[in-house]
C-alpha cells in the first residue's frame, strides 16, 4: 500500500482578492486542491477584495496592510504570516507581489516560491528596472509559470528566460457550471432585452488594455444599421472605471447598453450572448474567453494575445488584428451576417474548452508545482 502525500501548504501572496481574472484563477485552483493534499492560504498586500469569499476556507485570507508605494511594513507581516501558518510554498502573482514574496522568504532561501505571470510585460514595465528587478527575481524562485505559450514567448524576447524553464499552465474552465443556453432568447429576456435581440458581450475589469472604449466606438457605428443590436457589458473596477461607465452614459445609443457590473452568476450572462468581444490589447489567456466558449458563444479576439492559441478563425471564433474602432466594428459585422459561422464557430468553441482547457487539467499543472517544490524544501 503507497503512502499518502505529506499535506503541502500553500501560500498564495497576491495585491487583493477582488474580482479579476488573475484572482479568479487562484479561486478555481483553490477549490480543485484546498482538502486533496493542499491546505491553501493567502496573503494579501493591500485589502481583501470580495473574491476572498469564494475561497474554500475564506478565515485563511489575511490582509497585510500594505500602503502607498513600498511599506517594509508589509514585508515584515508577510514574514510573519509565513511563519506562522508553516507555509510550504509561496505562490506569488505578477511583479509587484514577487517582490514581497521574495523579501520576506530572503530570496527564497527560506521557503520555495512558486511565481506565475498572468499576461505579457506591459508598456511600464518595459522599462531597464523593471527588466532588471524581474530578471533576478526570477533567478530566486523554484519555478515561474504563464497562462499561454505568447506570456512564455514575451518573456524570452525580453531575455527573461535564459535557460527556458518558465512552465505554461493554461487556465481551465468549469464545464459544467459554464454551459450552452437551453434557449437563448429566454437569456436574453430575462436581462431584460428582446428575445430577437442581437447581443455583443464584453466580461472583465474597467481598464484601459480591456479596450472598452473602441468598443463602444465600434458599436456606435453599427448600432444605426442594426436596430436589434444591443451591448452587454459585464464587470467592475480598475482604474478606468469612472470613465469608461461615463462614455456609457453619454453614448448615443446609450438605451441600448446594459452595464450589468460585477456578476457571480456569469453562465447567465454569457447565455444571452451571440458573440463576445474581447479586443485586449495585451492578455494572457482570458478566463472570459475560455468561459463564453464554453458556453457555446463564439469569441472575436484581437490576434497578438495569448487568444490565439485557442481560438483557430472561422471554426472555433474569430481572430483579426484589431487596431482601431473601425476594423473592430467590421469583425463584429461580418459574423453577425453569417448566422451559420456563428454556430459552427459556437459548437467548436465548446468542443475545445472540453478537450484542452478543464478545470482538472489546470489543477494538475499546479498539483505538480506545489508538490516539485514543496520537495525543494525538504
Same mark, same amino acid.
Given at each position: 500500500? !503507497?503512502?499518502?502525500?505529506?499535506?503541502?501548504?500553500?501560500?498564495?501572496?497576491?495585491?487583493?482578492?477582488?474580482?479579476?481574472?488573475?484572482?479568479?484563477?487562484?479561486?478555481?485552483?483553490?477549490?480543485?486542491?484546498?482538502?486533496?493534499?493542499?491546505?491553501? /492560504?493567502?496573503?494579501?498586500?493591500?485589502?481583501?477584495?470580495?473574491?476572498?469569499?469564494?475561497?474554500?476556507?475564506?478565515?485563511?485570507? @489575511?490582509?497585510?496592510?500594505?500602503?502607498?508605494?513600498?511599506?517594509?511594513?508589509?514585508?515584515?507581516?508577510?514574514?510573519?504570516?509565513?511563519?506562522?501558518?508553516?507555509?510550504?510554498? +509561496?505562490? !506569488? /502573482?505578477?511583479?509587484?507581489?514577487? +517582490?514581497?514574496?521574495?523579501?520576506?522568504?530572503?530570496?527564497?532561501?527560506?521557503?520555495?516560491?512558486?511565481?506565475?505571470?498572468?499576461?505579457?510585460?506591459?508598456?511600464?514595465?518595459?522599462?531597464?528596472?523593471?527588466?532588471?528587478?524581474?530578471?533576478?527575481?526570477?533567478?530566486?524562485?523554484?519555478?515561474?509559470?504563464?497562462?499561454?505559450? !505568447?506570456?512564455?514567448?514575451?518573456?524570452?524576447?525580453?531575455?527573461?528566460?535564459?535557460?527556458?524553464?518558465?512552465?505554461?499552465?493554461?487556465? =481551465?474552465?468549469?464545464?459544467?457550471?459554464?454551459?450552452?443556453?437551453?434557449?437563448?432568447?429566454? %437569456?436574453?429576456?430575462?436581462? =431584460?432585452?428582446?428575445?430577437?435581440?442581437?447581443?455583443?458581450?464584453?466580461?472583465?475589469?474597467? @481598464?484601459?488594455?480591456?479596450?472598452?472604449?473602441?468598443?463602444?466606438?465600434?458599436?456606435?457605428?453599427?448600432?444605426?444599421?442594426?436596430?436589434?443590436?444591443?451591448?452587454?457589458?459585464?464587470?467592475?473596477?480598475?482604474?478606468?472605471?469612472?470613465?469608461?461607465?461615463?462614455?456609457?452614459k453619454a453614448h448615443p445609443f446609450a438605451d441600448r447598453i446594459l452595464w450589468a457590473g460585477h456578476q457571480n452568476d456569469l453562465p447567465k450572462y454569457y447565455r444571452a450572448m451571440d458573440l463576445l468581444a474581447a479586443p485586449s490589447e495585451i492578455e494572457g489567456l482570458s478566463n472570459a474567453v475560455l468561459e463564453a466558449m464554453a458556453c457555446g458563444v463564439p469569441v472575436l479576439a484581437h490576434s497578438a494575445c495569448g487568444n490565439a492559441e485557442?481560438?483557430?478563425?472561422?471554426?472555433?471564433?474569430?481572430?483579426?488584428?484589431? /487596431?482601431?474602432?473601425?476594423?473592430?466594428?467590421?469583425?463584429?459585422?461580418?459574423?453577425?451576417?453569417? %448566422?451559420?459561422?456563428?454556430?459552427?464557430? =459556437?459548437?467548436?468553441?465548446?468542443?475545445?474548452?472540453?478537450?484542452?482547457?478543464?478545470?482538472? %487539467?489546470?489543477?494538475?499543472?499546479?498539483?505538480?508545482?506545489?508538490?516539485?517544490?514543496?520537495?525543494?524544501?525538504?
Amino acid at each position: 500500500m !503507497s503512502a499518502v502525500p505529506p499535506t503541502v501548504r500553500v501560500l498564495h501572496v497576491l495585491d487583493s482578492l477582488a474580482p479579476g481574472g488573475l484572482e479568479n484563477g487562484v479561486v478555481n485552483v483553490a477549490q480543485r486542491l484546498n482538502g486533496q493534499g493542499f491546505d491553501i /492560504h493567502s496573503a494579501c498586500l493591500r485589502f481583501r477584495g470580495d473574491f476572498a469569499e469564494r475561497m474554500p476556507e475564506p478565515e485563511k485570507v @489575511v490582509v497585510m496592510g500594505k500602503t502607498a508605494g513600498f511599506s517594509f511594513k508589509a514585508v515584515r507581516a508577510l514574514r510573519k504570516h509565513i511563519l506562522r501558518v508553516q507555509a510550504d510554498v +509561496i505562490h !506569488s /502573482h505578477n511583479l509587484g507581489t514577487l +517582490i514581497y514574496a521574495a523579501l520576506a522568504t530572503l530570496g527564497g532561501r527560506t521557503h520555495p516560491i512558486v511565481h506565475g505571470e498572468h499576461g505579457q510585460v506591459q508598456k511600464q514595465d518595459l522599462t531597464p528596472k523593471r527588466l532588471a528587478q524581474r530578471r533576478w527575481l526570477f533567478k530566486v524562485c523554484r519555478s515561474v509559470h504563464v497562462v499561454s505559450s !505568447s506570456v512564455r514567448d514575451n518573456l524570452q524576447d525580453l531575455g527573461l528566460d535564459p535557460q527556458k524553464k518558465i512552465v505554461v499552465t493554461p487556465n =481551465g474552465v468549469d464545464s459544467q457550471r459554464f454551459s450552452p443556453a437551453p434557449d437563448r432568447a429566454a %437569456a436574453r429576456q430575462e436581462l =431584460g432585452f428582446p428575445g430577437n435581440a442581437t447581443v455583443i458581450g464584453i466580461v472583465g475589469r474597467l @481598464v484601459a488594455l480591456k479596450r472598452h472604449e473602441m468598443l463602444f466606438a465600434a458599436f456606435e457605428k453599427l448600432a444605426s444599421q442594426w436596430p436589434s443590436l444591443r451591448l452587454l457589458v459585464v464587470g467592475d473596477g480598475g482604474a478606468e472605471r469612472d470613465h469608461i461607465i461615463g462614455l456609457m452614459k453619454a453614448h448615443p445609443f446609450a438605451d441600448r447598453i446594459l452595464w450589468a457590473g460585477h456578476q457571480n452568476d456569469l453562465p447567465k450572462y454569457y447565455r444571452a450572448m451571440d458573440l463576445l468581444a474581447a479586443p485586449s490589447e495585451i492578455e494572457g489567456l482570458s478566463n472570459a474567453v475560455l468561459e463564453a466558449m464554453a458556453c457555446g458563444v463564439p469569441v472575436l479576439a484581437h490576434s497578438a494575445c495569448g487568444n490565439a492559441e485557442v481560438i483557430e478563425n472561422g471554426l472555433t471564433g474569430y481572430l483579426s488584428d484589431i /487596431h482601431d474602432a473601425v476594423t473592430l466594428a467590421a469583425c463584429i459585422e461580418a459574423p453577425l451576417k453569417d %448566422a451559420a459561422s456563428l454556430a459552427r464557430c =459556437g459548437s467548436g468553441a465548446r468542443e475545445t474548452v472540453l478537450k484542452r482547457y478543464s478545470m482538472e %487539467a489546470m489543477a494538475d499543472c499546479y498539483r505538480k508545482l506545489y508538490r516539485d517544490a514543496a520537495k525543494a524544501k525538504e
